[in-house]
């Protein structure tokens, strides 16, 4: 067993965070390397103050994530495979349906998608079926629809079902997955996928190109909301001791963890580990209220700063997408900046070239008034893809009733670099975000 040591003063008793880092760059053999689960003691942190407080043994549950292929739609290639149903008497025992699901912090909905939908796009993926489950239950059959903006739209009713997921108990000592239920759970059934149109106005393939059949939900909103029903189900059970996740992602190894409930300090320097209380009051987007949203102190491209909106700006880090998004602005002047006004282009075949591109730095200001960097290469601000490297960064346009001003929104392009705590145990909620350690040294 891979034992997690202690350690104290997690946050205030903390060196500076140094914002350097050389070792997360390492050469990694080529070989991609199958995902092995290994049994870990992980740490979780006393919920009445996080600082100057010693970590204390907690239930957790760890649920592997993948890497599917990337796609040019903006969602986050990682999934993690969960089931949906229960025994029938038509059917029998073996009606757990499996799907891919994306562990989603930048929405409000779970949902997957319905047998009921036959279009292409539904077609394209595996489809929930609720006649083959004994355990689902109807709780609103009228058709409503969830808007994506530009990105597409689906249309839904509302069921309830057990579901269930794999996950390594280290409280228990489990070496092996086990499978673990959570009855009673809502979830939207969507019944129809809708494209999306370009900016040409033609229809995207955003729902075809999707890796996933659905979204977990872990919204910031703490109550009030069957979307957070995950964590309150396993809270219930008993399964956890605390309402928080982490998450992990290593593109180099192909592998990631959720980890419900605590921390997998192996992961990362628990030196660099900084918190940010939620604040949702910076922007005026329509889904604000679910939104892992933190102040935003400052951009820097280079050495040249990247204008923010003088109201304030705000960060918000998204498990669901895999780019860099928001503000219109905000991103015309990364853009900008990045490519020296279109000197340098936004599309390389060439991964060499990239070393002529600028350092990308992020500024935030923790909770004790720290000002910590988090700073990406061209190597890592770009996204890979079949035919080359591709700059990651797009801008959302504002609604009629929704303005992306001042957002800026972090995807897998950002957390695949960093190791992300999503605490609702304190008031208000908060991240936590830290320095990955360096993927070569978790080869076995």
């Given at each position: 067993?891979?034992?997690?040591?202690?350690?104290?003063?997690?946050?205030?008793?903390?060196?500076?965070?140094?914002?350097?880092?050389?070792?997360?760059?390492?050469?990694?053999?080529?070989?991609?390397?199958?995902?092995?689960?290994i049994?870990?003691?992980?740490?979780?942190?006393?919920?009445?103050?996080?600082?100057?407080?010693?970590?204390?043994?907690?239930?957790?549950?760890?649920?592997?994530?993948?890497m599917?292929?990337?796609?040019?739609?903006?969602?986050s290639?990682?999934?993690?495979?969960?089931?949906?149903?229960?025994?029938?008497?038509?059917?029998?025992?073996?009606?757990?349906?499996?799907?891919?699901?994306?562990?989603?912090?930048?929405?409000?909905?779970?949902?997957?998608?319905?047998k009921?939908?036959?279009?292409?796009?539904?077609?394209?993926?595996?489809?929930?079926?609720?006649?083959?489950?004994?355990?689902?239950?109807?709780?609103?059959?009228?058709?409503?629809?969830?808007?994506?903006?530009?990105?597409?739209?689906?249309?839904?009713?509302?069921?309830?079902?057990?579901?269930?997921?794999?996950?390594?108990?280290?409280?228990?000592?489990?070496?092996?997955?086990?499978?673990?239920s959570?009855?009673?759970?809502?979830?939207?059934?969507?019944?129809?996928?809708?494209?999306?149109?370009?900016?040409?106005?033609?229809?995207?393939?955003?729902?075809?190109?999707?890796?996933?059949?659905?979204?977990?939900?872990f919204?910031?909103?703490?109550?009030?909301?069957?979307?957070?029903?995950?964590?309150?189900?396993?809270?219930?059970?008993?399964?956890?001791?605390?309402?928080?996740?982490?998450?992990?992602?290593?593109?180099?190894?192909?592998?990631?963890?959720?980890?419900?409930?605590?921390?997998?300090?192996?992961?990362?320097?628990?030196?660099?580990?900084?918190?940010?209380?939620?604040?949702?009051?910076?922007?005026?987007?329509?889904?604000?209220?679910?939104?892992?949203s933190?102040?935003?102190?400052?951009?820097?491209?280079?050495?040249?700063?990247?204008?923010?909106?003088?109201?304030?700006?705000?960060?918000?880090?998204?498990?669901?997408?895999?780019?860099?998004?928001?503000?219109?602005?905000?991103?015309?002047?990364?853009?900008?900046?990045?490519?020296?006004?279109?000197?340098?282009?936004?599309?390389?075949?060439?991964?060499?070239?990239?070393?002529?591109?600028?350092?990308?730095?992020?500024?935030?200001?923790?909770?004790?008034?720290?000002?910590?960097?988090?700073?990406?290469?061209?190597?890592?601000?770009?996204?890979?893809?079949?035919?080359?490297?591709?700059?990651?960064?797009?801008?959302?346009?504002?609604?009629?009733?929704?303005?992306?001003a001042?957002?800026?929104?972090?995807?897998?392009i950002?957390?695949?670099?960093?190791?992300?705590?999503?605490?609702?145990?304190?008031?208000?909620?908060?991240?936590?975000?830290?320095?990955?350690?360096?993927?070569?040294?978790?080869?076995?």
């Amino acid at each position: 067993m891979e034992e997690i040591p202690s350690t104290s003063g997690c946050r205030t008793a903390m060196s500076q965070h140094a914002g350097t880092r050389a070792q997360r760059h390492a050469a990694l053999p080529l070989t991609v390397l199958a995902f092995s689960m290994i049994a870990v003691t992980l740490v979780a942190l006393s919920s009445c103050s996080r600082s100057m407080i010693e970590p204390r043994r907690t239930s957790v549950l760890v649920i592997p994530l993948r890497m599917g292929l990337a796609k040019d739609n903006g969602a986050s290639p990682w999934y993690g495979e969960l089931a949906i149903g229960g025994s029938s008497a038509t059917y029998g025992n073996s009606e757990r349906q499996l799907f891919k699901f994306i562990m989603d912090t930048g929405t409000g909905s779970t949902w997957v998608t319905s047998k009921e939908c036959d279009t292409g796009p539904c077609r394209r993926h595996r489809r929930y079926d609720p006649q083959r489950s004994g355990t689902h239950v109807w709780i609103d059959r009228q058709v409503r629809a969830s808007e994506l903006g530009p990105w597409g739209k689906f249309q839904y009713k509302v069921g309830q079902d057990t579901w269930h997921f794999w996950a390594v108990n280290p409280q228990q000592g489990d070496q092996d997955q086990k499978l673990y239920s959570m009855p009673g759970m809502r979830f939207l059934e969507a019944v129809t996928l809708i494209d999306g149109q370009n900016q040409d106005g033609t229809a995207n393939s955003n729902w075809d190109d999707l890796v996933q059949d659905g979204s977990l939900a872990f919204p910031s909103e703490n109550a009030g909301s069957p979307s957070t029903q995950v964590l309150d189900l396993l809270l219930q059970q008993g399964l956890l001791d605390q309402k928080l996740m982490s998450y992990w992602t290593s593109p180099e190894l192909n592998r990631g963890e959720v980890i419900l409930g605590g921390f997998n300090e192996r992961r990362y320097d628990p030196a660099s580990l900084r918190y940010y209380p939620v604040n949702r009051d910076i922007t005026s987007v329509d889904n604000a209220s679910e939104l892992w949203s933190v102040r935003l102190v400052e951009i820097r491209v280079g050495d040249a700063q990247v204008a923010l909106p003088s109201a304030g700006a705000a960060l918000a880090l998204d498990t669901g997408s895999s780019r860099f998004k928001g503000d219109p602005d905000i991103i015309d002047d990364i853009v900008r900046l990045i490519t020296d006004n279109g000197a340098r282009p936004q599309h390389v075949q060439d991964p060499a070239l990239l070393d002529a591109y600028p350092d990308l730095t992020i500024v935030l200001a923790d909770e004790d008034g720290g000002r910590n960097d988090y700073t990406l290469s061209a190597g890592e601000y770009f996204q890979a893809f079949p035919d080359g490297w591709q700059l990651a960064f797009h801008g959302l346009q504002p609604t009629e009733n929704s303005s992306t001003a001042g957002l800026l929104l972090a995807g897998s392009i950002f957390l695949d670099h960093y190791y992300a705590v999503f605490d609702y145990e304190t008031n208000p909620v908060q991240i936590g975000i830290a320095d990955r350690v360096d993927p070569s040294s978790l080869i076995r």
